[in-house]
Structure formats: C-alpha cells, structure tokens
C-alpha cells in the first residue's frame, strides 16, 4: 500500500474551519517570540540529527537493550547540548521536558547528575568542597547521583537506616548498611552509570546520632568503572517506564571516606568529632517549590501530548452512524468522546498556567520580604503540596482517558500513551506521595482555620475561610458565573474543613490523642485539601487566562475563555454533591450547569485540532501514528507494525521449535 | 543477605487475630470441596513443572523472546492437559483464569483458537464441515483463529470493508482487501501462530451484499508454515500487555477458496449463487452472556490478586508514626489506606458473586423459556453490557489504587500490577468498548422507561421504574439500611432516566432528529446506565451474600456481611450528589453514612489478611515478590533485582563505549 503524505482530508477540513490563529495561540502558549525560535530550534537540531534517531523501537528491545541505547543516546543528545551557546536552557529541554521524552523515551540516566547531584554539591557543599568536585562534575569527568531513599523507607525520613560513622583516629566516616532494609533504592542513574554519589545517612559522633547528613562517596573506579571494595551495587529492575532511569540498589559493607567528604555548607563536623548545628535550619522550600511547579507544568505537557494524539486521531477515526442514512462520524462528534477529550485540553492549560502563576507567586513573596521574614511560605508550600497531587493524579487519568478514547489502537506501546502514563503516574509517587501531601495540606488548612476561628488575619489562599466564618448561611448562595464557582467551591472546601475539625476535636473528647483523631479524619481531611486545590485551580485558571486575554485577539481569547467555562463546568458539576451540601443549588440549576457545559463542548468543537495543533508539539515528540500532523493514521500504523522484529522473517523459530512437534504430537 | 523462609512476624500477627476460619471462607469461595481439591491439584499440576518454571522473567526480555518463550509455554501447558482425563476444566484454568496468567503472564498464543476457532466452528459450521473440520482442530493439526476486527472497524460491523465475491464459474469465493483500513486487525494468534482462520467478511454474489458471514481460509502451508500466495501477514507490534497473544494484521490480494469453506450452519450461498438467509437470526445472546460472565468473573479474579498483593504489603511495610512516641506503623494502619484497599476486597467479592448470579438468571430464563419466547433475554443483555463497562472500569481503577498504594515498590513489573493492570484495561475495550455498552444498556432503560410510563408490566431488572413513577414525592425516603441504599440509588437510575428522556424529547421538538437528540444526551445516558449498574450490584451483592450466610459459620458470614454494608455505603458516598438530588438524605445523615463506613473500615481491618488469604491465590500465580504468603517483601525485591540481566556483570559494555569516552571528552 503506498503511503500518502498529503494531510488526511478530514484533518484539513477541521483545520480549514477554525475560527482563530494558531500562530497566535502558539506564541501566547510558548510565551513569545524569542521562546518561539529558540524552542524550534531546539527541535529542529535534535529531532533531525540521524545519530539520535530511533532505528528499532525501544518497545522490541530487551530491558538490557533499553539501557544501553539510553545511555548512547544521551550521551549524544549532551555532547550536542556543548556545542550550543545557552546551555542552560537546553540541558533543561533534554532533561524535563517533552523534547526529551521524544528523543529518550524510556527517560534519562544522566538526569540525576544534573538535576540532583550537581545542585546538592551547590546546596550542602562549602566553598572549597564546590572547588574540587563542581567543576569535574559539571564536565562529566564524573558521574553523580543522589541516594536518599531505601529499600524500607520513602517518605518517613527519619527511618533512614544507613549510617555514617565517624572514626576520630582517622579522621574518616564508615558508611554502613545494617540491614537489607538501609540498601538506597531508587537512585536514577546508580545502577551502572554513575561513579559518585551524594548518599544522605545518618551521622553518628561520639556515640550520639545527628541526623539525616549528605556524605559524597566514590561508588566505582574512574578509569574501570568497577565497583569499589564494600560496595553491593546493582539496578533494581523493570519499571512500568523510565527504564533508560538505571535506577539502582547500594549497599554499604564499612566504607571508609575521609572526614571531608561530608558536605558542611551547613551543618559541620570538626576533626575532634563535635557536631556543629547548622546556623538555621536550611531554606530548603525554595527547591521544594520549584520541583512541585516543574512537576505542575510537565504534568500539562504531558496532557497535551495526550489529547494532541487523542484529538487528531477522534477526527481521523470514523464510527458509526449518528443518522442511519449519512456515513460513519468521525468519532470526534459524539457527544461522550467530547467529553472525554476536551475537559484533558482545559486540564492541560490551566494546569501550566496554575504553575506559571504558582512560581509568580514564589519569586514575588520571597522578593518582597528581603527581610528574612518568609511568613507566606508555608502557605505557598501547602498550595505546592496539593497542587503537585491533584495536577498529577489528573494528568494521570486524563492520559488514561485519552488512551482508551482510541480504542484498540490506544493500546499499542506505539501509540505513545502507555510511555506517557508510565511517566505521569510515576509522579504521583515520586517527591511526596500524593496523599501524604494532601494531609500536609490539610494539617495546614486546619491551622487556618483555628487562626481564622481566633478572628486572626489569614494569608490570601485561605481568606475565604474568614468569608466562610463570617456568612451567617451555611449556604452560600448559588451562582453559576465561574467567579461563582470558585466562590462555590472555596465554601465546599470550607465546610469541610468545619466538619474535619469537629470531627478531630469530638475523637479527641472521646479520648484519642491528636494524632489519632486526625488519622482516624484522614479521608476527610484529604478531601478537603483535594476540595481546597480544586477551588484555587479554576480560580487560577479564570485569572491566569483573564490576563492573557487583555493581550490577546478577540477570536484567541474567546476559545481561552470557553476552556476556564468548560473546566470550571466541569469540576463543579463533578463536586455536585459536595454544592448540594455547601451552596443553594438546585436540581433546575444543576441542570442548567449540565446544558452549559454541553454548550462549551459544542463551542469548542470546530476548534478542537486548532487547539491542539497550536500546542506546536512536533511529530518526533508525540511519536504516535495515531497523533502525526498528517493524520495518516493508518498507513502510520502498518509501517510501525512493520518495524517489529518478528515481522523481518516469514516463519518465527518457534514453530519448527515447539509449533510443529506439539501440532503432530496427537497424531 | 540470607533470605529468611520464616514467615515475616508482622504477617503472622494478622493472621493470629483473624476472626474466622480461612478454609471455610476458601470453601465458599471457591464452591465446594471438590472444586477446591480440583483446583490445587491443578495449580500443583501446572506450577511445580519445571518445565513451565521461568528461567528469566518476561520483563527482561525481548518482544521477540516474549513471544518465542510464550509459544514453548503454551505448548508445553496444553500436552500436560492432554494427560488429565478432565480435560475441559482443565483447559479454561488455563485460557482465561488466574492460574493461566500466572504460568503465561503475557498471554498465551493459542488462546483463541481454543475460545473462538473452535466455537466458530460449532457454531456456524456445518455437520459435514464439522466432521471435517472440528477433529482436526480439537487435536490442534491445525490452529486456528477467528479474524473479525480491521484497521479501520471495530465496533461498528456493517463498516467492516473485506469482501468475499463469489465466482459461479468456478464455484470459489474471492478474498479480497480493497483497502488498507480492510486488514484484520488484532486477533491473537494470527501472527504467526495460527495456520487456519475463520474471517468474516462482506459476502457479495450475483453484484449483491449480502451482509457479514464467516469463511475458514487456509493461511500458511501446513508443512514448512509460509504464508500462502495472496495473503500478507504479521504482527501488530507491541502492547501495553499480552505480548505472547501474538496479535496478527492479514490482507487479502484476490485469495479464492472452495464455496464448502463458508460456514453456512445458518445462512448458505447455493452452488448458483443464490443466497438463502438463515431461518431465524442466529441466537447469540448465549454466547455474549457467557462472555461478559466470563469478563466480569475474570475481573473479580484480577482484582483479588491485586489486593492479595497490596494488603499483605501493607502489613509488612512500615511507615511514618501515628502516636510520636510509638515505633512506625504498619501501613495497614492508616486510615486512608484502608479505605484504598478494602473496598477494593469487597468489590472482587461483589462482582464475582453478581458474575455468578447474572448466570443463574440467564440459564433460569432459557430453561423456563423452552417454547422459545426468549422475552427477557433483552433485560439480561443489557445489564450484562452495563455490568461488562462497570466491572472492568472499576477493576482497572482498582488495581491501579492498589499499586499505588505500595508506592514506588508498586510501579515494579515485578510486582505484577502492571500486567495485571494491562490484562484489567484491554477487557474496558475488547468485546464492547465501554461507553458504547453503557449506551446500549441506555437504550434498553429507554424503551422500559416508555413503557413503565404506558403502565406495562415490566421485567424484574427494571421493576423500579414503575415504583418510580408511582410514588408521589419525587425525592424517595432516605434509608440507610443496604435495602434502602438499593431502593435510593434505583431511585436515581430512575430519576437520571427521566431527565434523560425528557432531554430527547425536547431536543426532538427542537427539530432534532431521535439519532440526533440521544447522542446530544449521551453524557446523560451514559450517567443512567452507570447508576442502574451500581444499584444491581449492589442488591446482587446483598441477596448473594444472605443467601451464602444461610450455610456459613456466624464468623464468616459476620464478615462478608461488612463486605456488602462497606460496598453499599461506599457506593452511596460516592453518589451523594444524586443521593442529594433524587432522596431525603440530609446533611447528618451523610455524616452518619461516612461514619458507618468507617466503622466497617474498622470491622474489617483485623480480617483484611484473612480474608485475602482465603481468596487462596498461591504464589506461583500471585507471582509478585510484594504480596508472597511468607510476607519476606524485601528479600524477595532483592532476589528479584539480582535476576537482571544488567545484574550479572559489574560493568556494562555501554560504560566503555559510550560513557567513558563522553566523559574524557571534556577534558
């Protein structure tokens, strides 16, 4: 079958009618000109370089395959990144983002050297130790990784197990693991590629411990790679992604490293073995930010990739009449594939808009209060927190949705939605899990409330609850505008907030200890930071977008207009129970919101491709015949199904192997 | 690290202070000491032959090594069969059931031959294209597979484009692929396994269509296996799960076969080419049923292994304090992972006790129904297609809420979640995709719902309705016995309905076509489905566990009474907002419901272990180093890293072709 490069008609057609232009929208979305260029630049000189070209899909590959080609390809995609001017920048598009995901699809084993490594040496490390391990780390002559968790603990980091011991007569640390439970697990890049690593231990002196502390510890030989005396190294295994990751196991059997080798930017162990508390405790809620807002915006690249795939595959794919007597619909017009598809579109704006104005946030408090009066931050970490949980287990079912809205195609590694999910679902767990982050919001919000019950001033994410305290209602009044559903939804968060504290404070009476009441309120409390982020999202997204638009052509902010309706239509329709509760809705009103909601869908139809197109995700990103700018679905399928290795041979061993035998066997 | 056989100490306290006796509970379970003797001889049968041991874990290998190892599997499986005398039991353990997936943990090649090759045959053949055909096959001379999906059709069967001409002059049919969307697509085994195959295809004679029929056409030379002159064949390439299913694309260029190779049991092509229809539209409602109990079955099976595996872990896995001054709990202990794990328990439970049920009312009404008045055989389709959507989406959100919540040592393919997850997900698509099912479902309520307003008698499924349109208070008595939470949520089925219906028929008056009109209601009548489904399972889970209770030991019926209270109040919690729209139910009431749900929570907590345990799933087929009867997680993920292959030298060959010469290049 000859395959055609001309665009799919249908895909022309939808592009033929929509109302804005995309270029515009690109600019708006990419955040202008000189981003524009860079980013395609960018794409250009990665995605058409043959050396990082895929020549048989990672998918035929064995898990020992997947790595080697990963560390090939990454190392080529770095030595590219030298040869450019602005590094920074493009190391970060390799290293996050969706161009990296393109090119390394089972992720990166370089990653952590970069993103964790390097900025713990710049975090923890002093001056002089900067001085000698900066400079070779940032030229890769080594290799690093970062080695906190264990094999029996995650979250809880106290529990860490391994131990560094100080030896006063040699002046050395002996690094230990006790257990099987102390083996580091986890560490992206530890299993055969990285020779250093920063390991986070517990400091034992004089007999006495001092908590969690960063050691920097040789793993492997420089020049032969292989594993140092009292080292137990290897990789822990197959993943449902990031199998390119190298993740790995360390265990310790009494490893001796010289007393400087502990990183003392903070705190400080002298010769003598006396321990030095670190001046205050370390302003670590900057990093912490910062990865929830970069975990926020991937998790809206991702979605996009998804619904780009999804959308351009619901308008290519026909099925099924709507009237008998007209050909198959594209799957695109019925009603419930809308509502699959274009809720994900408005997840996945908002969600990088939520993050854009999340680090706006940040960088705007901590530059007001030079002071060192950093009172809003535990605030803007309780936002972070159940942000980074919500936009994840969202993008996580919203990449889901899209892959089943395909049908049996979706179902394809090819597809491209199972790599995707692979790395958004991972994300739920990594840096938090996402329910112990909700109770940390939660723990916060319980706090506003007791100030806000004391009549205390309250920072601006929770006044509402002084509105709430205020209203002599328990009701709020229904209003369907979106600055009603946001008010709407703050009130739900509210009264569950109310409930949740009554609730520790009755089990408290009845004589459980504060932490018991609040573990045995746990499922509404966690409901109640969801109800809390959900409510900041769609206000979020309403004033992020109102904002763009002032700068936008009547036709662009009009479609950016209809995504905050159709998200916050959305979400309220979903919490309807909780409205029913909260607010004076109606069965007449829930209808009418229901009606609007279908509006939005119908409105935003003719542009769903527009939309989608205008996210300027190219084709070696998305990496699905089903999701091609051309829309040659089809014939993109069948050169795919070509590629597998089981396809280069009429006749597999197998059937002379164990086939014919067990064929003949009954006769 | 030696690896302790003794059982982890924490493990065996739970089950100390399990409340009943696991055998009875297994005895019910499984259905009988017969079938439970049966069944473990199996399981020893089948996982204790070395021969079917796995010398390296799928996951390691190759798409090409999966589906080589698969074959050598499957073969060795099926000759074992032949040696027991019952032969049929013994076979479905091994196509569809845990204990296949535990032996073919990537699907198994030969599956459709045996559930759709041979029942095709039986079922459109002939006795003389039986006798010649079905002996043949049931011996495996021939393996065959049943080839009805395209590149471009799935659901929709009218649009599928294959044709088969049929030529007088030489009384042979012509197969032909006029496009590229024509190619089967996705039956297993074509690919290179299968040598014969069943294809549907539009059968044209005398310049007429004479709609889809099925053909047998031989597909590659039984001796040497090439493929046959004019057909081109292979597979589709990989997948998020069922890589040893060997999912195969077949084109036809112009293929003839004898007329004798249609399968005209039902309708005939004479040697002139006329075409005689068949007497009465074949009776396939058996078959469907069967296959959805089989699904919603399987469903039950999947997700108790994943819980199996998730309480267990969390029994072992310690984490974070409740009391500070108390060690870490044991994770089981939170609250909120309570209320993740066990209703998914309770819904495994539910959903195969209602898999059970629809089956004793599907032969119940045939048996009655001798005359041939196959009246209610509607009623039973659609709430097989609702409970097929409802079971396999609750089942894939169930098992995905399980590996999270055994955080990142979840997302190991190790830990067998992930393929389970992929077998659970493909079952939301295949024999219906989900969203047309509840849709279909939507329609049958329509037309009840039509005639329930008429005054007709109505069938058992629907009853409601008429008790609906009786009553005279549009919002139903709040009632928070399981009986009244049944009554409630019919009432909203009832009420979503007639919402629904009135939307189409104002959409009509609008000047809406009915086509039109129903797919603007869809998202509605999806909403309806999904509710009727919801208020049938949980009524089949209460009247089949008090018919259980009668013969069971208080212990054990004390426990399973919790399961359907703990599914019932879950399932109305879930649905307050309609609960708040369709009944009384007033705000303490919804804090009363959400404190007997935690109670049940409680009830349940020191039997969790037991009852798993007696879901008696050996670890052969659990095949999961997180969920292993001796609760040793942490050796066991140890164990199963070192089989790596990445594992079996210190140094891989990428450090010195890649890495080494990167990282001197900087220099």
Redesign the interface.
Known sequence: ?PSSTAVNKDLQAERDKCTFNNEEFTLWWVGGETKLKEKRFREDFFLNDPELEEKV?L???????V??ES??KA?VA??KV?TLHDGVDNYSALLGGLLGTGILKQGNPLTVHYVMFLPALLGHGTPEQQAEWFGRAW?????GTYAQ?E??????LR?LETTATYDERTQEFVLHSPT??A?K??PGGL???ANYCVVMAQLYSKGKCHGIQPFIVQL?DEE????LKGITI????????MNGVNNG?LGFDQVRIPRKNMLMKNAKLLEDGTFVKPPSQALTYGTMMFVRVVICRDMAAYLSKAVTIAVRYSAVR???????DQP?VQVI????QQ?KLFPAIAKAIIFKLTSDNLWEMYNAVTSELDKGDLERLPELHAIACCLKAITTADAATGV?VCR?AC??H?????ANF?GTYGMV??A???EG???VLL?QTARYLLKAWHQAQRGQELVPTVQYLARFLASSNRRIEWDDSVAGIVRALQTVAAGKLR?AAENIAKRQKAGA?M??AT??????L?RTADSHCRAFLVQSGYEMIEKSCESLSPEVARVLRTIYQLYAYDEALK???????FTTIS?SD??RL?AKL?VSLAELRPNAVGIVDSFDIPDGVLGSPLGAYDGNV??R??E????????QE??????H???????????
């Open positions: 079958m899909p998918h035929f590959l064995s898990h020992k395959e790595y080697e560390v090939r190392t770095f030595k030298r030229n890769c002559e080594v290799i968790t094999l029996g603990h995650g979250t809880f529990g099987l439970t083996y697990w986890w299993a055969h590629t492997r032969t790679h292989m594993p290897g990789e822990i295994g197959n993943k449902l992604g196991f026909r099925q099924s009449h709507i009237n008998p198959e017009d019925h009603l419930t509502y889901e089943m049908g049996g979706g179902y394809m590694t090819c199972y679902t991972a739920c767990t990594y899990e996402n329910t109770l409930l200890t932490e018991e573990n045995q309120t746990s499922i509404e966690a919490a309807v129970g909780d409205l029913l509760r069965e829930i209808n229901q279908e089809y014939e399928l069948y795919e199904a070509k590629k597998s290795p089981l396809n009429p006749v597999n061993q197998s059937f192997m164990y086939l014919k035998p067990f064929m003949k066997s009954s006769l």
